[in-house]
């Protein structure tokens, strides 16, 4: 496709299940990142991913909360044992090669809005 | 935490108007860039300025940087209803420039 894709762009479910999350980014970035983006708040950086090299997991609130990238594509981010907290839109976003110092503009899907009943 | 932050939090101005909004941050950055959202909508890239830059242009959007205050802005000149969005700046710090720290937004209503 010609922009990044997230599914599902909703979910809805009940407190303690397990959620699993999908990105498709733009073909030829290898750059990947996740956002959480509370209602009217900005966005929260929760994990990156670029190449070969090993993420950057710093922004994972806890550790119910997992991210893989398989193929250097496509991205899973997981949360298990949801809680009424984890309720809001998560972003995604993907970009080309970051080197020589210079960061490339992001590239956002638009989303799933995860509610936790 | 959020290292950019916007100001004011929400902005309401007559089409044809101009709209500013402001950015403010905390540590040294490698640059900072702005991206606007529509509701419901992902996140879409408007311009990125770097740290030895001071203004730049592209098509009624004008954005100045400045290092010694930390700050930034962004003018949008002859505003359309369609410029209706959350304007959020974006910061990328001097040795992590892959990791970038978006502010709260600004909200901008532009009235027809």
């Known amino acids: 496709g010609a922009g990044v894709s997230q599914s599902p762009s909703n979910k809805v479910t009940e407190k303690g299940k397990d959620v699993e999350l999908r990105c498709d980014p733009i073909?030829?970035?290898?750059?990947l990142y996740w956002y959480r983006q509370s209602l009217g708040q900005g966005l929260e950086f929760l994990i990156y991913?670029?190449?070969?090299?090993?993420?950057?997991k710093s922004g994972l609130p806890s550790d119910r909360f997992s991210a893989e990238r398989t193929g250097g594509s496509v991205s899973t981010l997981t949360i298990q044992r949801t809680q009424q907290e984890d309720s809001a839109v998560y972003l995604c976003?993907?970009?080309?090669?970051?080197?020589?110092?210079?960061?490339?503009?992001?590239?956002f899907g638009d989303g799933t809005r995860l509610s936790i009943l | 935490s959020q290292q950019g932050e916007e100001d004011p939090q929400a902005l309401s101005i007559q089409e044809g108007e101009n709209a500013t909004m402001n950015c403010s941050y905390k540590?040294?950055?490698?640059?900072l860039q702005w991206y606007r959202q529509n509701s419901g909508r992902g996140l879409v890239h408007l311009i990125l300025?770097?740290?030895?830059?001071r203004e730049k242009h592209s098509g009624r959007l004008r954005v100045t940087l400045d290092t010694s205050k930390k700050s930034s802005s962004l003018l949008i000149t002859a505003s359309r209803a369609a410029d209706t969005a959350s304007y959020f700046c974006?910061?990328?710090?001097?040795?992590?420039?892959?990791?970038?720290?978006f502010g709260s937004g600004t909200k901008l209503n532009v009235k027809p």
């Open positions: 976003a993907s970009s080309l090669a970051l080197t020589g110092g210079r960061s490339q503009p992001q590239h």
């Open positions: 073909s030829g970035h290898t750059a």
């Open positions: 991913f670029q190449g070969n090299s090993a993420p950057d």
């Open positions: 540590t040294s950055i490698n640059n």
């Open positions: 300025i770097r740290s030895n830059e």
């Open positions: 974006a910061t990328a710090r001097v040795y992590n420039f892959n990791k970038f720290y």
